[in-house]
């Protein structure tokens, strides 16, 4: 299956994971995805190699980072009416506190919907969504621009 069946398909089925195993990174990240009430909530699932720092121990910033972008991207695709593949323009994050060796949960929103880039708000937690562990925003080319 090519990436718009498989877009396709987790729009009809409501599974996304399988769009997600089929990219490496997310699943060296160990991220699932699932639809919750209407929006898309995904899970940075923890595993010893996510950790950058550990004597804290903390998880990596590039893990956070992509995942708050993948975030962002699969929640363009989960709204889009009709087959985009969104290419991250910019990517700008805010890390709050250290993540923890837990599982990393994350939600997005879109912002700002326009013809050609897409604003996107992504939030990550642990074990309390009222205190976030990293937040970023994203833009995204949803059309044209090769």
């Not at 997005?108 to 996107?120: C, L, S, Y």
Request: with cysteine; hydrophobic share 45%.
């Amino acid at each position: 299956m090519n990436t718009v069946e498989l877009i396709e398909q987790a729009r009809r089925t409501g599974d996304w994971n399988t769009l997600v195993q089929v990219i490496p990174y997310m699943r060296f990240l160990n991220v699932r995805v699932e639809e919750r009430d209407g929006r898309l909530l995904g899970c940075m699932g923890f595993a010893p190699h996510l950790v950058g720092n550990p004597t804290l121990p903390a998880l990596h910033g590039g893990t956070l980072g992509a995942l708050l972008e993948a975030a962002a991207q699969y929640e363009v695709l989960f709204r889009a009416e009709s087959v985009v593949l969104p290419k991250t323009i910019t990517v700008t994050v805010d890390y709050l506190r250290s993540g923890k060796p837990l599982d990393t949960w994350v939600r997005a929103h879109v912002v700002k919907q326009g013809r050609r880039v897409t604003t996107v708000s992504s939030v990550a937690w642990q074990e309390d969504e009222a205190k976030p562990i990293a937040i970023a925003n994203v833009h995204l080319l949803v059309m044209g621009g090769g």
